[in-house]
């Protein structure tokens, strides 16, 4: 089968993959769009040891199993479900998973993967390809909803336009919250489509109870240090390739709270897709052959998301 493999840091299209033969508790699913994320580009660049086919965020058919015939979206986790830490509930700090298209699985970038059964979920009839494929960042986006104490805060400060940024200043917006949005990139405030999102490009020191940082970088990180008040809360989204540079003085200064946030449930992102907070963004779709054009369009700040289908769709 076709489809693209990252080696040592380089992308490969091939057409002779190995074809995946589903196991028991398994499902065979035909990706029809895979998102390229920014985990992807980290991979590239050495974040973890990757060699094999990447790609996590996707919506396909299921070829087999219960599911057979519908759309699916995936859990990214692929747990044990056996030990102590699984068992507590906590699947995604299975000391033994793997992750699709990240670690140690095979991931979307393909014309068919095989992924646990029970991680799929069926995509609601009315939702598009289109907007189910964000399903994945949309469940981290609202995974940040669930860091924070009930109610919501009255607002809070997103660092970072990027497509993590821009989900989670929608879910927040969408919940209620006033978000402010830094923005370093105008073009990326193309993509706010919430009249509640304020873009901003500098925030006040210590003005800030509540921020958000999907920055990516040491320099937005620091940002949203400096912008938080006293005994204010920072969720971290970032996956930074290189964290040199970080002043985490403020922590202990103003005695902040950091609090980690990862991925989040498939099943409340398809629901909230549903319910129509997001109406068709920006996006732009390359066969797995052109993974080099596609690439190169994740980097340009006009699109929302790139996505790539195998070549015969
Ligand atoms: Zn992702
Ligand atoms: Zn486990």
Redesign the pocket.
């Known amino acids: 089968m076709q489809g693209i493999r990252l080696c040592q840091g380089q992308w490969w299209v091939s057409d002779t993959l190995e074809v995946a033969t589903p196991g028991p508790d398994e499902t065979l699913v035909s990706v029809r769009f895979a ?1 390229i ?4 580009l980290a991979l590239a660049a050495g974040y973890y040891a990757f060699d094999g086919i990447p790609g ?2 996707f919506v396909g058919v299921a070829e087999t199993g219960p599911l057979q015939g519908r759309r699916v979206v995936a859990d ?1 986790n692929l747990s044990c479900g056996r030990c102590d830490v699984c068992l507590s509930g906590q699947t995604k700090h299975c000391p033994s998973r793997q992750v699709l298209g990240i670690k140690q699985a095979a991931g979307v970038f393909a014309e068919q993967v095989c992924i646990p059964t029970a991680n799929l979920f069926e995509v609601p009839d009315g939702l598009s390809d289109e907007l189910a494929v964000l399903a ?2 949309v469940a ?1 986006a609202l995974e940040v909803l669930a860091e924070m104490p009930k109610p919501i805060p009255e607002s809070a400060t997103v660092i970072g336009a990027g497509r ?1 940024g821009l989900l989670a200043a929608h879910v927040l917006a969408a919940a209620g919250c006033k978000v402010k949005l830094l923005v370093r990139n105008q073009t990326r405030a193309l993509h706010v489509q919430n009249r509640d999102i304020e873009i901003v490009t500098h925030i006040k020191p210590s003005s800030e109870s509540w921020v958000v940082d999907c920055s990516g970088s040491v320099s937005g990180l620091n940002a949203a240090l400096a912008a938080l008040s006293p005994r204010g809360t920072l969720v971290l989204k970032s996956t930074l390739q290189e964290a040199v540079g970080i002043d985490f003085s403020p922590v202990m200064v103003k005695e902040l709270t950091v609090q980690g946030s990862r991925c989040g449930k498939l099943d409340q992102a398809l629901i909230w897709l549903a319910s129509g907070h997001l109406t068709e963004p920006e996006m732009v779709s390359f066969g797995f052959s052109d993974i080099e054009r596609a690439l190169a369009a994740a980097l340009d700040p006009r699109f929302f998301k790139v996505l790539l289908r195998p070549n015969r769709v």
Request: with cysteine; hydrophobic share 25%.
């Open positions: 998102g994320c920014g985990t992807d996590h965020e990214i994945e960042p981290a993590l």
